[in-house]
């Protein structure tokens, strides 16, 4: 039963200033401002959208974001020094929603080592850095950097300061990703019952991923009463990066009937966010990562697939649906089962009598021993050379492509279009190889494609790996994807470009090309 009382957690999105962070994952201003809407579409509440002292660019990102999205609180981020403050404060001026965000390191290690000042000065340099901030903000959080390293006593006289001060959101990070879960509550509940001033503000934990537990450390905060969470999308960051959106929001979406919390992320954005921050930062994501990695929701195990499709709640606790992710669920491998396969060729709109299941059955165990997994355009192939009078619309069969480093590539394809029994030469020119492909191949299909992404992973090792491309395209406002292998990287491309071409005509409704398998060949 849904319970209406639910505490509300509010989603504080980092990406833009503590996840790019992370080596190699800067952005350009018009990056920022691109995913910054992305962000707003998805439901967050804060966005901290760079540091704007630290350069023009992020100055004018943080700007023109203030200015733009005015349905989100937009977070100014500084260090305890007045300069900071004033370009924080300057580049929010035109939010309608906004906070400062100030930090300053609390303890001993970062005292001694990096800052090299008493805790007296430090004390000093809070309070009146708050202070002075509140003169031009009403909302200002603090952090305390290093605070799960600092203890009790240290924290509380800092903490105690700047709520005397005017701050009105703590922020207690668990900067070097140290704290154990039951830890990292305990503090938050020592902090609001021992410190001055403590229930009078807000709380908001920000966790990093040393040890791999920021998100179990944001659950035990949000158990111990803290209301904001800071969290960046793929998790993206310093190290082993933050506590990851689409995991903590995934947790409280499915269990908030137990945490009696929810967000207002809305779910079917995830997804795209995901994928949206992944190639703008180029950090790709991994394919065991929970919620929006390939494999989160996939399976290849017989026994799984054969429980799936008798009820998804077999083996899954999400609907991958609902987050707005398209792929298909079942794997076809090695250990797929019978159930699998008729399951697959019957959702091309193949229907296979007991015989020839067991004749594509076997074909298809060789195929999956040989290479791992099978692709559907693998899996039609099978399907038009074992039986009859089953076809995929289009088949790629030749690819050739020219390179060279001082002049355009050239490609040639050969496609047979299985509807007409044709088959011809298309040739394209492109500044790279793939681009040379997809031009040449475009030519071969009735409708407008348009290639919309490419990810590229390799399947084995060695100098003889095969690579596998998964291409995404759009047809008719919708994305089709599929994927494509070979040793030949740049042929992987065209197959998984004709395989989604392939996927587009049957789900827009188009009839499976019916003709013999001998007219095939
Ligand atoms: O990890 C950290 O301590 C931070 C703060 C400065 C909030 O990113
Ligand atoms: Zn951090």
Redesign the pocket.
């Known amino acids: 039963m849904e319970n209406n009382n639910n505490r509300r957690i509010r989603i504080f999105d980092?990406t833009l200033?503590?996840g790019e962070?992370a080596p190699g994952a800067s952005l350009y201003p018009e990056e920022k401002i691109r995913i910054a809407r992305q962000l707003a579409k998805m439901g967050v509440d804060t966005i901290e959208p760079g540091f704007p002292i630290s350069s023009p660019g992020d100055f004018q990102a943080v700007q023109q974001i203030s200015r733009e999205l005015q349905t989100v609180e937009i977070c100014g981020?500084a260090r305890a020094v007045k300069a900071d403050i004033d370009a924080a404060v300057k580049a929010t001026n035109d939010a309608a929603h906004r906070r400062i965000?100030m930090?300053l390191s609390s303890s001993d290690i970062h005292l001694d080592f990096q800052l090299r000042k008493s805790r007296q000065q430090v004390v000093e340099m809070a309070r009146s850095m708050v202070a002075y901030a509140k003169q031009f903000v009403d909302r200002i959080e603090f952090?305390p950097?290093?605070?799960t390293r600092t203890g009790d006593e240290f924290l509380f006289e800092v903490l105690e300061a700047v709520i005397a001060e005017g701050a009105t959101i703590l922020?207690i990070?668990?900067?070097?990703g140290y704290a154990l879960p039951e830890e990292y509550g305990a503090m938050f509940r020592r902090v609001r019952q021992s410190v001055r001033g403590g229930d009078t503000v807000e709380y908001s934990a920000?966790c990093?991923n040393d040890l791999g537990l920021a998100v179990a450390n944001s659950l035990a905060a949000i158990a111990a009463g803290v209301t904001h969470v800071?969290v960046t999308v793929n998790g993206v960051?310093?190290r082993a990066g933050?506590c990851s959106l689409e995991e903590l929001v995934m947790a409280i979406e499915t269990r908030k009937q137990t945490m009696g919390v929810e967000t207002g992320i809305i779910i079917s954005e995830v997804f795209n966010t995901s994928k949206m921050v992944s190639r703008i930062m180029g950090f790709p994501i991994a394919y065991n990562k929970p919620i929006v990695g390939r494999n989160a929701f996939q399976h290849e195990a017989g026994i799984h697939q054969d429980g799936l499709l008798k009820n998804r709640s077999t083996y899954e606790i999400m609907d991958p649906e609902k987050l707005g992710i398209p792929r298909s669920m079942i794997i076809l491998g090695k250990h797929s089962g019978r159930h699998a396969l008729k399951h697959r060729v019957g959702q091309f709109g193949v229907e296979l009598t007991s015989e020839e299941l067991e004749t594509l059955y076997t074909r298809f165990k060789e195929k999956a021993d040989e290479q791992k997994i099978v692709t559907d355009d693998q899996l039609m192939e099978l399907v038009g050379s074992t039986v009859e009078g089953q076809m995929e619309a289009f088949t790629l069969n030749h690819v050739q492509v020219v390179s060279s480093s001082d002049r355009s590539r050239v490609a040639s394809v050969s496609v047979r279009n299985n509807q007409t029994g044709e088959e011809k030469v298309y040739s394209g020119t492109g500044e790279g190889p793939i681009e040379a492909i997809v031009q040449s191949l475009r030519q071969a299909m009735p409708m407008e494609v348009e290639f919309s992404d490419l990810e590229m992973h390799s399947l084995s090792t060695g100098e003889k790996a095969t690579g596998e491309a998964e291409v995404t395209i759009l047809v008719g406002g919708q994305t089709y994807k599929n994927t494509g292998i070979d040793q030949d990287v740049l042929i992987a491309v065209a197959k998984a470009f004709v395989s989604a071409c392939n996927q587009a005509v049957r789900m827009q409704g188009n009839p499976v090309p019916q003709i013999s398998a001998s007219s095939a060949s």
């Open positions: 980092t200033r503590d962070q981020f965000h930090f952090s950097m290093d605070a922020n990070p668990d900067t070097v920000h990093h800071e960051g310093e933050n």
